[in-house]
């Protein structure tokens, strides 16, 4: 299903609409691919005289950040899970006739030494370039992802697995923006090694992420008010926990809401149960059962150092910033 994006968000054509619209004309299909540290997602798209147009998103968590921040070396098992996922998801492609790709890498591939050798190997066995780009660059990408959604002063973060981006901006224009090593993927290697974790474990990983905010958010943070916005993986898994959502459903998570209170209910119930019982939680995605928690604490800790009490979902993310960017913006 199909959703077009005008510079606010607007609601999803019906199958009817969608099938008169593929008979009239045959669209021109491109692809964005996302190789996080946690999971590498595509999102196929179209461009419709300078409207984004969604046509298919998908996600493979294949953990390219695994070890990284021990060994500074992206894991054989992560290039082979990746590598999988890329072949798989040019197949899906190929089945929507996409004639352009673009694909960026980020937290893990940024920080790994052996990155260039398997940016060769992608290139080799799949004829994929993939550019890794700076933090800077990725909140940037979020940022104009989330501006063709909402207008108003917003504070968009985004918890990935290797890293958290921090991004100002007020009418559609980043003012200013960062990017802190801290991530669901790597904090949950350095702090978390008890199923469940312990006591100590959550208080040592709480203490340094807050210490680690505040250090580099003294002078970074904007006066009040604005919105605080949450996109990426974190974000809309606790959305879906919260909702009790069986299957993802976008419209349900988009602009959907999580305060403060509701926040540590959350980490409450997440704490006390093991790795195994987590993934069987309705609404968590199995695959990110054990970083959940990381990722909880790390919004906690936003929540701290702006004294906000609700943030705000946003199910468009990099993706949407990184299609755009790319195909859109420049040909207008």
């Given at each position: ?10 609601s999803?054509l ?6 008169q ?5 045959k669209?021109r299909?491109l692809?964005?691919i ?6 590498t ?14 046509v ?24 082979k ?9 040019k197949n ?8 352009e ?6 937290s ?7 990155t ?11 004829g994929?370039?993939i ?18 959604c ?23 224009e ?5 990017s ?50 949450g996109?990426g993986?974190?974000?809309?898994s ?9 299957t ?10 999580i ?22 939680m309705?609404g968590l ?13 790390l ?16 199910d468009?993310d990099?993706?949407e ?12």
């Open positions: 299903m199909e959703k077009q994006l005008n510079n606010k968000c607007e999803t019906d199958d009817a609409e969608l099938d619209m593929v008979t009239k004309e669209k299909h692809a964005v996302d190789i996080g540290t946690n999971s997602r595509m999102l196929i798209f179209r461009n419709d005289h300078g409207k984004l147009v969604r298919n998103k998908s996600v493979r968590y294949t953990r390219m950040g695994q070890g990284v921040n021990q060994t500074g070396r992206l894991h054989p098992d992560a290039e899970r990746n590598l999988e996922a890329l072949e798989e998801y899906i492609a190929a089945d929507y006739d996409v004639e790709f673009y694909l960026f890498g980020t893990a591939m940024r920080d790994a030494e052996n260039v050798a398997y940016l060769d190997a992608v290139k080799e066995k799949l994929f370039n550019e890794v780009i700076s933090g800077e660059a990725e909140a940037e990408l979020g940022f104009v992802g989330v501006s063709q909402f207008e108003e002063k917003i504070l968009i973060f985004d918890i990935g697995g290797g890293s958290t981006e921090l991004i100002y901006g007020e009418d559609n980043i003012k200013r923006m960062m802190i090593n801290l991530g669901c993927v790597r904090c949950t290697e350095e702090y978390l090694f008890s199923d469940p974790p312990t006591f100590q474990e959550l208080e040592r990983m709480n203490e340094r992420i807050y210490a680690e905010f505040e250090k580099r958010t003294k002078d970074f943070l904007p006066t009040k008010p604005y919105k605080l916005i996109i993986g974190t974000a809309t606790l959305s879906t926990i919260k909702q009790e959502l069986k993802y459903c976008s419209e349900m998570v988009h602009e959907s809401t305060t403060k209170d509701e926040l540590e209910r959350l980490i409450e119930r997440l704490a006390g149960k093991t790795i195994k019982e987590r993934q069987n309705v995605e199995a695959k990110r059962a054990d970083i959940i928690l990381a990722g909880a604490f919004l906690l800790n936003i929540f701290k150092i702006t004294g906000e009490t609700i943030f705000t979902v946003c468009y990099n993706l910033g990184a299609a755009y960017r790319r195909f859109i913006m420049e040909n207008k």
